[in-house]
């Protein structure tokens, strides 16, 4: 079955950087697009995830939310499975809960979440 899980969050102090990493298993990896979302704190009912960032297959094409282009560059090696998503000038309002996402056949898969906390 199709397995993704999130590593590399943790707290950092606003100005730092952070690289999640989401290994991906059950699926051929390399054949998807693949996601980042995240869980903003205290979100209002109804308001959802929030795409961070988005890869082709490939990883030619990119594409970023507003918050966050210029700071947050995904990337993927399709060698190892692997999405990353590299945050720099990370800021409070970062803070939140960070999802790996692939989009299979009309189906979406998650992963558990990790959790990214800026603060001083």
């Known amino acids: 079955q199709v397995q993704l899980v999130e590593s590399g969050g943790g707290l950092v102090q606003p100005g730092g950087s952070l690289r999640l990493n989401c290994t991906a298993s059950g699926f051929t990896f390399s054949n998807y697009a693949m996601n980042w979302y995240r869980q903003l704190p205290r979100q209002p009912p109804g308001k959802g995830r929030e795409?961070?960032?988005?890869?082709?297959?490939?990883?030619?094409?990119?594409l970023y939310g507003d918050s966050v282009k210029g700071r947050f560059t995904i990337s993927r090696d399709d060698s190892k499975n692997t999405l990353y998503l590299q945050m720099n000038d990370l800021k409070v309002e970062d803070t939140a809960v960070y999802y790996c996402?692939?989009?299979?056949?009309?189906?979406?898969?998650w992963g558990q979440g990790s959790q990214v906390t800026v603060s001083s």
């Open positions: 795409l961070v960032a988005a890869i082709g297959r490939g990883g030619v094409h990119t």
């Open positions: 996402n692939a989009p299979i056949s009309g189906t979406s898969h």
